[in-house]
């Protein structure tokens, strides 16, 4: 359940329909989170220009753009929360579990798409822990399931879902410390 005040997957989900993104709610916020895990800045460029995102709809509205902008402080506020309070947005737990399964996919594909966008010198300098990590969200993004015992199906989606929750603000962390031009203020 998202809390009040925050962006949540049905807002962002409404926002792709308005704009005709061509892109699904999760897998928009796994890009944002990837590019700014990967240590891309938002600084003077829109959302939709940092993600190579172009709408059908025409020009977004000062609403669609004043909410992506809350999603991007929202979402580089969770990666950077010492309180480890990131979580991947994805549709809520009262969606079939195929539902939330494959939004977790899209997350992932976004997230790896997202990170390499940023494209920053850090890349090349990743620990062997966030490579491994990388190949790991990699192989996510890759995955297509076979649905068995619901309770068992439920319980691996949680243990995929808490790996990639830890994994991206890990690459948060490493790409954040490793970037020269990061004083570790936040302005």
């Not at 699904?24 to 939709?48: I, K, M, N, P, Q």
């Not at 004043?66 to 010492?82: F, M, T, V």
């Not at 990388?134 to 790996?163: C, H, K, P, W, Y």
């Given at each position: 359940?998202?809390?009040?005040?925050?962006?949540?997957?049905?807002?962002?989900?409404?926002?792709i329909m308005r704009l005709r993104l061509?892109?699904?709610?999760?897998?928009?916020?796994?890009?944002?989170?990837?590019?700014?895990?990967?240590?891309?800045?938002?600084?003077?460029?829109?959302?939709?220009?940092?993600?190579?995102?172009?709408?059908?709809?025409?020009?977004?509205?000062?609403?669609?753009?004043?909410?992506?902008?809350?999603?991007?402080?929202?979402?580089?506020?969770?990666?950077?929360?010492?309180?480890?309070?990131?979580?991947?947005?994805?549709?809520?737990?009262?969606?079939?579990?195929?539902?939330?399964?494959?939004?977790?996919?899209?997350?992932?594909?976004?997230?790896?798409?997202?990170?390499?966008?940023?494209?920053?010198?850090?890349?090349?300098?990743?620990?062997?822990?966030?490579?491994?990590?990388?190949?790991?969200?990699?192989?996510?993004?890759?995955?297509?399931?076979?649905?068995?015992?619901?309770?068992?199906?439920?319980?691996?989606?949680?243990?995929?879902?808490?790996?990639?929750?830890?994994?991206?603000?890990?690459?948060?962390?490493?790409?954040?410390?490793?970037?020269?031009?990061?004083?570790?203020?936040?302005?």
């Amino acid at each position: 359940m998202t809390a009040p005040g925050l962006v949540g997957h049905d807002d962002i989900d409404a926002l792709i329909m308005r704009l005709r993104l061509g892109t699904e709610a999760s897998e928009l916020h796994g890009s944002l989170c990837g590019y700014l895990a990967g240590g891309g800045s938002l600084r003077g460029t829109s959302v939709l220009a940092a993600l190579q995102l172009d709408g059908e709809a025409g020009h977004p509205s000062a609403d669609d753009l004043a909410l992506l902008d809350r999603l991007a402080r929202q979402s580089e506020s969770e990666l950077a929360d010492p309180e480890l309070g990131f979580e991947p947005l994805l549709p809520e737990d009262d969606r079939p579990l195929e539902e939330r399964a494959e939004a977790m996919v899209d997350w992932c594909r976004g997230f790896l798409g997202g990170f390499g966008l940023a494209g920053t010198a850090a890349h090349a300098q990743l620990s062997d822990e966030a490579q491994e990590v990388l190949r790991d969200i990699g192989t996510i993004a890759a995955s297509s399931f076979d649905f068995g015992s619901e309770d068992e199906d439920e319980d691996a989606l949680i243990e995929v879902q808490e790996f990639v929750r830890v994994a991206a603000m890990l690459l948060h962390t490493e790409c954040a410390t490793s970037d020269p031009s990061a004083s570790g203020t936040v302005h």
